[in-house]
């Protein structure tokens, strides 16, 4: 899949993140989609979520120390947190080291978690035959001399 064909969508979404971990998460997961989409900044009755795979009902969170370092924050974190659960969305969380530095060590892990939760894929209808040689098969005799 080419990642960059709706690269409209793309932008349109990274014109909403509020950091730069956010960014990288949202370019590296837009690069890995599979029939699923990425959305910025998610309206949550009165929180947002960073990121969001509707198909997937995942919500991931960015969490910077300046962001989430006074308790109001972590109340406010822990009440967004639960309200995602209570609406059967899966939420995963990155520190924004993680995310800036190293983003590959739990991208495996939420993408995981993405297609764990998707609907399973159906097979074709009509699926593709197998295009068989011409040539006689070999027998016993042909193979070895």
Not at 51 to 64: Q, T
Not at 111 to 133: D, F, H, M, Q, Y
């Amino acid at each position: 899949m080419n990642p960059w064909k709706d690269s409209e969508a793309y932008a349109r979404e990274a014109r909403k993140v509020d950091s730069v971990g956010e960014a990288l998460l949202l370019t590296l997961l837009w690069w890995r989609r599979d029939g699923w989409t990425v959305r910025a900044q998610e309206p949550v009755e009165q929180y947002r979520v960073d990121l969001f795979v509707p198909e997937a009902r995942v919500a991931i969170e960015v969490d910077s120390f300046a962001a989430h370092s006074t308790g109001k924050d972590q109340q406010r974190d822990a009440a967004k947190r639960n309200l995602v659960v209570a609406r059967g969305w899966a939420p995963f969380t990155f520190t924004a080291q993680e995310a800036v530095f190293f983003p590959h060590n739990r991208l495996v892990d939420v993408v995981a978690l993405i297609g764990s939760r998707l609907p399973p894929k159906e097979a074709p209808a009509n699926p593709p035959r197998t295009t068989r040689s011409r040539s006689a098969p070999l027998t016993a005799s042909k193979r070895c001399a």
